[in-house]
């Protein structure tokens, strides 16, 4: 079947209303920090296991980013060496960010500039894990990240990609037109209630 022009400029015009309308809402203040088991019950750090993994979003020029960490946690609470996981376009060039709101451009799924950096996280849900939850998931994060070499704005973006993390633990993912912030709140009232 092909496609007629007609068609061919409605389906744009749907992919560029979608990719816009993940644009349109303010971030709030940054969110309170939430920590819970991998069951969704609320916890203090020090009660739990040493292994975690944290679904965050982070401030950015533009609408923000989505991406998770995880590792090993110190007795207080710190994080001991995290390690990231997120998806984005893999060149800090502007030019491939906004070509990747219509076509897919090559993507890294490591660290990006600020993800570690307290004053720009906008949301955070900290999921303690046993050992063998968190290997489990860890296996999963290396696979995805094997996988994923593209990133498009309203087909496979970062909240996709973590989306896709959280499901493969067992939870429940909102949209991911969703701004970041908005992403990650959501996912933790999803599944915590």
Known sequence: MRMTPTKSRLS????FTLALTSCQTDDKPPQ??????ASGAQLKTSEANRYFIEFRSRYALTYGHTYAVFGRLDKGGGMINPEVAGLAPASADPGPYVIGHFVPVPASTGATDG?????YRSASWRVLLTEAEYRETVAYIRKLQAKSKFWEASIYN???F?????????YKT???WLRPQ??????REMNTG
């Open 12 to 15: 744009l015009f749907v992919l």
């Open 32 to 37: 309170p920090r939430f920590v819970s088991d």
């Open 115 to 119: 993800d570690l950096e307290e004053a």
């Open 158 to 160: 970062c909240n996709a």
């Open 162 to 170: 973590v989306a896709d993390i959280a499901r493969s633990m067992g």
């Open 174 to 176: 909102p949209s991911i």
């Open 182 to 187: 908005q992403f990650i709140t959501k996912l």
